[in-house]
Nanobody, 126 residues
């Protein structure tokens, strides 16, 4: 059974840092593009960062230079280090796995991802 389980969310003040982790079971991460998405209340789910041999490494413009995505294929663990957090980044953060032959809409598009975790809440206070 394929399963993604996120952890590491919590509350932090503006300017603070958090590290999210996603434990993968039931399949091999090396064959997929692994991604972090987030969804704030009333907003659409948006891609934050992706990583994988089939998709490279890509960040949303809003997080470049502050967030770092990493993947340990041996441990089947995906991580997201988030620094200099701002209140607008309060959201539920999800990890996801996907595949595509042609990333016509870019690997940050949610249409390519078929396996999702349950999410972990990140709250940034001002």
């Amino acid at each position: 059974q394929r399963q993604l389980v996120e952890s590491g969310g919590g509350s932090v003040q503006s300017g603070g840092s958090l590290r999210l982790s996603c434990t993968v079971s039931g399949y091999t991460t090396g064959r997929y593009c692994m991604a972090w998405f987030r969804q704030a209340p009333g907003k659409e789910r948006e891609g934050v960062a992706v990583i994988g041999s089939i998709c490279g490494t890509t960040y949303a413009d809003s997080v470049k230079g502050r967030f770092t995505i990493s993947l340990d294929n041996a441990q089947n663990t995906l991580s997201l280090q988030m620094n200099s957090l701002i209140p607008e980044e309060t959201a539920m953060y999800y990890c996801a796995a996907g595949r595509s032959d042609l990333w016509l809409h870019g690997p940050l598009s949610r249409i390519y991802y078929s396996v999702w975790g349950q999410g972990t809440q990140v709250t940034v206070s001002s």
